[in-house]
């Protein structure tokens, strides 16, 4: 494999990753909070709790600037992981469901800056073609699997099930991004 095939090969795994739990939250947490029989008027107050993801550019220049994307891609998804096995674990009416449902978004959306910024640096000049298309793509189709077919699972697993079943595809994915060398910035960008 070639090394520009490796590099697309990363940015679809990061970028999955990043759509992995987007897609997660978007999708699938109002099936479940409806079958929770949690009201509309609730399910729709909670759609509030994704505006992390929205307001990211606020505190980008403070990843960007303070430890390496490496750092921050890591151990975000360790609370990502946390946070939605998590929610599988408590009550829908607990205040701790609610706490690990805001922290699921804060901490996906501080990974996205992350990988938003590694992908400058991981990109070649000449590729950013293939490499935009890869990362839009892979993110889609985690939004997907994250997701629609989440949901679908919903007829066959319990709730329970699917949250650990994505927790650990949201971890399997990134296992091969550990010894990726081009996660780490030499110094912060310039603002």
């Given amino acids: 494999m070639t090394q520009q095939h490796k590099t697309l090969v990363h940015l679809a795994l990061l970028y999955f990753i990043s759509g992995l739990p987007f897609g997660f939250f978007a999708d699938a947490l109002p099936v479940y909070l409806r079958q929770q029989h949690v009201s509309l008027v609730d399910i729709g107050l909670a759609s509030v709790l994704n505006l992390p993801w929205a307001f990211k550019p606020l505190w980008s220049p403070w990843v ?29 009416g607990s205040p701790w469901f609610w706490a690990w449902l805001f922290l699921l978004p ?3 959306a501080t990974q996205d800056i992350a990988i938003d910024g590694s992908f400058i640096h991981l990109c070649p000049s ?14 889609r189709i985690a939004m ?47 603002f």
């Fill in 106 to 108: 804060l901490f996906s």
């Fill in 126 to 139: 000449g590729l950013e073609g293939p490499a935009n298309s890869t990362r839009v793509s892979a993110y």
């Fill in 144 to 190: 997907l699997v994250g997701g629609g077919a989440t949901v679908m699972l919903a007829g066959l697993w319990t709730w329970p099930s699917i949250f650990v079943a994505v927790a650990g595809l949201y971890a399997v994915a990134a296992l091969p991004l550990r010894g990726m060398p081009l996660l780490v910035h030499k110094q912060p960008m310039a």
């Fill in 64 to 92: 960007d600037r303070y430890a390496s994307p490496r750092a921050w891609i890591f151990s975000s998804m360790l609370v990502v992981i946390l946070s939605i096995c998590s929610l599988a674990m408590v009550s829908v």
